[in-house]
């Protein structure tokens, strides 16, 4: 029987990611941990610990007495946010990492996911379908610390045979959840917005094309990496996938074809240069050779979901 533990199930992947995983698996399958208790709300459909992942002997005592077989590690302090404490965002990302993989070592754990992000890639990136090997050099210590992280990923595996598995996401859209404190939040929070009946102030400039990706396919595309034979990944450091590129003005128009009463306004802040370094578009035919990566959603599609899903969402909270 698969016992999997979600290491910070109460951020905004997490949220989706781990009923999705119960869905799947079943709910005596799923432990979802964060460590904020008041996290424990969201997943009545499961079992839930409080868990702060650079406790180390917390998660070992975890994994040993639920018989952990798979691990998705969650947890991290996003772009934004870890310019704000640099020092805490890397405590954070890169130790609650090595953890992680250093049980899944010690304990055998059969499979391991963690999200890496279009965060690593730099300046010297190239603008349009940066490929899989494209140069990185990161300016935040989120792409930092997320670089650092595939490398581990990779090291682990190769030395230890820990079956270590990641994608580099996008920005990622949904709206069960707040955003969490990274550069393409605008792209969540702007619905929010046009649902109740405010006008939006964007922190990017109107022609900031960045990668994006909907909730659903996130979840989706990390379902397929997990069940896919090992033998059919061919990358141990992180997938690129990508899902949409859009502007901040291109989602507004989207959402104002909905809502002609809808206005923007631009008042880009420090979030602007972040953006300014990383692709506005990423190449992700490794994932699509590899096993079988597709995105279903496109900015259209995107946007008719959550118009129609939102509001019904907010009602219930």
């Known amino acids: 029987m698969n016992k999997i533990l979600v290491i910070g199930a109460g ?27 008041s996290a424990k709300s969201t997943f009545s459909y499961c079992r839930f610990a409080c868990l702060n992942v650079l406790d180390k002997e917390a998660v070992a005592h975890l994994i040993r007495e639920e018989k952990v077989t798979q691990i998705y590690h969650l947890a991290a302090i996003l772009s934004a946010n870890g310019e704000k404490n640099p020092i805490q965002a890397w405590d954070i990302n890169m130790q609650g990492l090595l953890h992680v993989l250093e049980l899944a070592r010690e304990f055998k754990i059969e499979k391991v996911f963690w999200p890496s992000s279009i965060a690593v890639f730099g300046p010297n990136t190239p603008k349009s379908n940066a490929p899989q090997d494209a140069v990185k050099n990161p300016t935040t210590v989120y792409g930092i610390s997320k670089l650092a992280g595939e490398h581990w990923c990779d090291y682990y595996f190769k030395t230890y045979g820990v079956d270590v598995r990641s994608l580099r996401f996008p920005g990622l859209i949904g709206y069960k959840s707040a955003p969490g404190g990274g550069t393409t939040d605008y792209a969540v929070d702007i ?11 964007c922190f990017l400039q109107e022609d900031t094309y960045l990668p994006m990706m909907y909730m659903e396919d996130a979840v989706n595309a990390t379902l397929q990496l997990m069940a896919a034979p090992a033998s059919d990944i061919s990358i141990r450091t992180s997938y690129n996938v990508a899902g949409m590129s859009f502007s901040p003005q291109e989602i507004f128009e989207s959402i104002h074809s909905h809502f002609p009463e809808f206005s923007i306004q631009y008042a880009p802040d420090f979030r602007q240069k972040i953006a300014d370094t990383w692709p ?25 979901e959550i118009i129609t899903k939102l509001p019904n969402h907010l009602s219930n909270k």
Do not use: C, H
């Open 11 to 37: 951020g905004q992947l997490g949220t989706e990611l781990t009923k999705a995983l119960v869905d799947t698996y079943g709910s005596d399958s799923v432990i979802a941990t964060d460590f904020q208790e």
């Open 191 to 201: 619905y929010y917005k046009a649902l109740q009946g405010e006008n939006f102030t």
């Open 280 to 304: 506005a578009s990423i190449d992700d035919s490794f994932a699509r050779k590899d096993w079988g990566w597709k995105a279903a959603f496109d900015l259209p599609a995107m946007t008719t």
